[in-house]
């Protein structure tokens, strides 16, 4: 019996990845080219045409220090905004019900659209990895901590997206997140610089920040070099996965956002 | 364990529903609907059935009271409880830029069946349902009926012993209408218990055994369904407009329904005063021109047109 309900959430979370991963490749145009548009930009604005006047940056040319954060910077954004819209969608639409009246466990039904988002990040971030090795002469000089730094990342903003998407109402909840929460957390967390040029105040200030330890964690993966402890970040980010994911299935258990 | 083979298909007792501000939409129903039973709940709008079957199918959180589906408790095995129903809801709730065959074959994953089998099953009952040939088409661009047709084959795709619809043949023609019921005997007559909800009366009254009657929150009247409608004497009256209306005006306690520009139904069960119905028409402006039974003489002349048509064009290509 037990055996037969793992099987069938085994079957259930895998429908609905493939149901995800069927809907990004078919829009791929919304889903995967706008985002590799923007860091094509940011490459040549940012990389390319000031970075060429700002100089080194902890031993590297601008346009290289700053390449691990735009791919992190894609990874994030792409992995929440997948997962909002798609969730929000089905419940805007009604067809959360699908798997509402369903057997399927909470817990596979939250790993499918994580695994969705997921997807979509790494997508995008690989794309774009491609996109700054058109730009720069990239090293990779960790390549276990790159893989393990995109994948806890686009789980923990794969869960976020998730969670703004049960509480959203409308479609304007929807974008308030990304807007005013996540797009300041993403710039100020060190993807255009070293935390280390800042005064020491608001380099303290900075470390509140979860994202600077995915940014910079990153950023030790391809360049070697870090403003902080591979540790400190490693807890941080299991930390903050294991805690959303938490709430997240609390809430779908309670109904939160889907029941009256 | 309970044995399962003696237990009811369905057995609600005193559930009880508080929405968030106060309103009590179920005040303590108890129904029991026994295995292989075709059972209708009948009630005006906003009486507590779509309340009541959003709980049974764990669309809508209860406040109190417990749900038993073939001797499974809803409170200790939820899983079990949700493999046993499908649920054809009131309004689309299907993704619309899905196509046909792929809403159903998800459907099915979502209940453990593997994608193989999904398929094969998505086969039959499209074809049943005479959806096989819009399987590649995107939802939104079905029909009305057909809409409907697809929450239906959905619902059975996962093979439940319990289907439970809501008001599945609302705002389809009677062509349709009379289809859907063909096919839900034959579901009923292989062993499938059905509960149904619908405001077409003799709907109710040609398909189901047993009926509960809800209002303002609680069962009014329950049991067979002959005894029941020859006790309650419930009737629907047709009324012819002076003055073409828009919009159904809201009328309390009676369900109306805007059949067109000039013509209303009004249901009236027993105890209900038809002056009140006239009242409160009045007051919302709308002036009525005449009054009649209704019958269902024109249903049956347009389905003999329809047979007979469809049999000319048979016998035509032949």
Request: aromatic share 10%; charged share 20%.
């Amino acid at each position: 019996m037990h055996l037969e309900r793992t099987r069938a959430n085994w079957v259930g979370f895998s429908t609905i990845v493939v149901k995800e991963i069927r809907r990004i490749l078919r829009i791929w145009v919304q889903t995967v080219v706008p985002p590799v548009i923007q860091m094509t930009l940011y490459f040549l604005i940012f990389g390319s045409v000031i970075g060429s006047r700002v100089g080194k940056m902890n031993g590297y040319d601008y346009m290289t220090y700053i390449a691990p954060g735009l791919i992190m910077m894609s990874v994030i954004t792409n992995s929440y905004t997948n997962v909002v819209s798609s969730f929000f969608g089905a419940k805007f639409s009604r067809y959360v019900e699908e798997l509402m009246i369903s057997p399927l466990a909470n817990a596979s039904i939250l790993l499918g659209y994580m695994a969705g988002g997921m997807f979509r990040g790494l997508l995008v971030g690989a794309i774009v990895t491609l996109v700054a090795a058109l730009f720069t002469n990239l090293p990779i000089a960790h390549p276990w901590v790159i893989v393990t730094t995109a994948l806890l990342t686009s789980a923990m903003f794969s869960v976020g997206g998730f969670l703004n998407a049960l509480f959203a109402k409308k479609f304007d909840d929807v974008t308030i997140i990304p807007t005013f929460v996540l797009t300041p957390l993403v710039y100020l967390g060190g993807v255009f610089y070293s935390i280390a040029l800042l005064p020491p105040i608001w380099q303290h200030v900075t470390r509140v920040d979860p994202l600077l330890y995915m940014i910079d964690t990153l950023r030790y993966g391809f360049l070697g070099v870090s403003d902080i402890a591979l540790t400190e970040a490693y807890a941080i980010m299991v930390g903050f996965l294991v805690l959303l994911f938490a709430l997240a299935l609390w809430l779908l258990r309670r109904g939160t956002g889907l029941k009256s | 364990m309970a044995n399962t083979n003696a237990q009811p298909a369905l057995r609600i007792e005193n559930l009880r529903k508080t929405y968030r501000g106060g309103i009590e939409a179920l005040r303590g129903v108890s129904i029991e609907v026994a295995r292989g039973e075709f059972f209708a709940l009948l009630g005006p709008n906003g009486a507590g059935k779509t309340t009541l079957i959003g709980i049974v199918a764990s669309l809508v959180n209860k406040s109190a009271g417990s749900i038993h589906v073939f001797g499974k408790n809803a409170d200790e095995d939820p899983a079990g409880v949700r493999s046993q129903i499908g649920l054809v809801p009131q309004e689309v709730n299907f993704n619309l830029w899905e196509r046909v065959i792929d809403i159903i074959v998800n459907q099915a994953g979502y209940y453990g069946i593997p994608r193989r089998e999904a398929l094969e099953r998505s086969e039959r009952y499209l074809h049943q349902l005479d959806l096989w040939k819009y399987r590649n088409t995107n939802a939104r661009a079905l029909s009305g009926g057909f809409k409907r047709r697809l929450m239906v084959a959905r619902a059975l795709v996962h093979n439940p012993p319990l289907l439970i619809l809501d008001e599945p043949t609302a705002g389809v023609d009677i062509e349709l209408r009379r289809s859907m019921w063909v096919f839900l005997q034959q579901l009923n007559a292989e062993g499938v218990t059905i509960i149904l909800t619908t405001h077409y009366l003799e709907e109710a009254e040609s398909l189901c055994r047993k009926i509960a009657i809800i209002q303002h929150g609680r069962i009014s009247e329950q049991g067979d369904m002959h005894e029941l409608l020859e006790s309650l004497r419930m009737e629907t009256f047709v009324l012819d407009l002076a003055r073409p209306l828009s919009e159904t005006p809201p009328l309390e306690d009676f369900a109306l329904r805007r059949i067109d520009d000039a013509t209303l139904e009004l249901d009236m069960c027993r105890g209900q005063n038809i002056n009140d119905a006239f009242a409160q028409l009045s007051a919302a402006g709308v002036q009525v021109r005449s009054l009649r039974n209704k019958s269902n003489r024109l249903e049956e002349i347009f389905m003999r047109l329809v047979e007979e048509e469809r049999n000319a064009s048979r016998t035509h290509a032949s």
